[in-house]
Each structure stands twice: as structure tokens, then as C-alpha cells.
């Protein structure tokens, strides 16, 4: 019953999104701001860090990115045009489900990789 309780507590109550979920979330944000998403490489799906997570909050995952490549869809300053493709390597991102619509993911945070 201990066990049970601890897998639970650590484990939080939600399952990762599958990676297809995750890449569609990610596509989409990108396309709002004008970018298209030419390459992505997923290395994993974690949980938020225990420290980080929000008692009843809506489920939160770090993805870790290998390497992702946007190509700019509008000139976005002076140095990225566009069709002028950016490759980022090792970011991460982090997801959060929507309250609302369990089925739906939204990217919350992004780290490593620095476009306008």
C-alpha cells in the first residue's frame, strides 16, 4: 500500500502526451509567431520537477529537444529573413495541458532557443 501511495505522489497522476501530441503543440506555437518547424527531434518527455509542480494544477512536461529547425514564414528583423532557416540545438520546452480540453497541450516555456 506504501508503494502504491509513493509511485503515485512521485509519479503524478497524469501520463505524458504521446510525442505526436507534443510535436503538434509545438508546431503550432511556432506557426503562430510566423515560423515553420522543418526538423524536430524529441529526446525525451519528463515530468516537471516535483519542486516545480502546483498541487491540483493542470499537468506540466519538459521536452527536451535535441535539435529543432524554423524556417522564418515573414522577415522578422534584420538578420532573419524570410525563408533564412535557424537550427537550435538542445532546448528545452515546457508543456502544460489545457484546463479545459484534456487533449490539448499548449507550450508554456521555452529555453535554448532564441527567435523573435
Known amino acids: 500500500m506504501m508503494i ?7 509519479g503524478g497522476c497524469s501520463v505524458a502526451p504521446p ?13 503562430r509567431n510566423q515560423y515553420k518547424v522543418v526538423k524536430l527531434e524529441i529526446e525525451k ?11 491540483m494544477g493542470t499537468p506540466g512536461y519538459v521536452v527536451e529537444v535535441l535539435s529543432i529547425t524554423l524556417e522564418a514564414q515573414a522577415d522578422k528583423s534584420i538578420d532573419i529573413k524570410k ?3 535557424l537550427t537550435f540545438s538542445n532546448a528545452k520546452i ?9 487533449t490539448v497541450w ?5 529555453s535554448g532557443i532564441n527567435v523573435l
Open 4 to 10: 502504491i501511495f509513493l509511485i503515485t505522489v512521485l
Open 19 to 31: 510525442e505526436s501530441t507534443v510535436e503538434l503543440a509545438i508546431t503550432e506555437y511556432f506557426e
Open 45 to 55: 518527455i519528463e515530468g516537471v520537477p516535483l519542486f516545480e509542480k502546483r498541487y
Open 83 to 85: 525563408g533564412n532557416q
Open 94 to 102: 515546457r508543456v502544460r495541458q489545457d484546463p479545459v480540453n484534456k
Open 106 to 110: 499548449h507550450v508554456s516555456i521555452i
